[in-house]
Nanobody
Framework: VQLQAYGGGLVQAGESLKLSCVASRSLLPVAAMAWYRQAPGKQRELVARWLSGGSTIYAGPFKGRFTISGDDAKSAVYLQMNSLKSEDTAVYYC?????????WGQGTQVTVSS
């Protein structure tokens, strides 16, 4: 199974991007789906998590700017990012957690110029 993450790119501060991540086949049943990011020289950090049933969890710095959504029937997770800042520059990774293991996407680069 492969997770294809796409939607990253180069934008200016204040602009928006939407990331998408889709599995190559159904991963049902899905327990949770999430987005992480890793900036240069830093550890990978959680951005947001979508739980089966539709509830969401956000790491503090991303509340109000980022919105995670998921479609477990499609084994897909999305991240709408608004009001982007230069410090949001990072590689963004998706993660789909079934009840037995995690699957990771290859990462998509987001670069925000100030």
């Amino acid at each position: 199974v492969q997770l294809q993450a796409y939607g990253g790119g180069l934008v200016q501060a204040g602009e928006s991007l939407k990331l998408s991540c889709v599995a190559s086949r159904s991963l049902l049943p899905v327990a949770a789906m999430a987005w992480y990011r890793q900036a240069p020289g830093k550890q990978r950090e959680l951005v947001a998590r979508w739980l089966s049933g539709g509830s969401t969890i956000y790491a503090g710095p991303f509340k109000g700017r980022f919105t995670i959504s998921g479609d477990d029937a499609k084994s897909a997770v999305y991240l709408q990012m608004n009001s982007l800042k230069s410090e949001d520059t990072a590689v963004y990774y998706c993660d789909i957690n079934t009840h037995s293991r995690h699957y990771w996407g290859q990462g998509t680069q987001v670069t925000v110029s100030s």
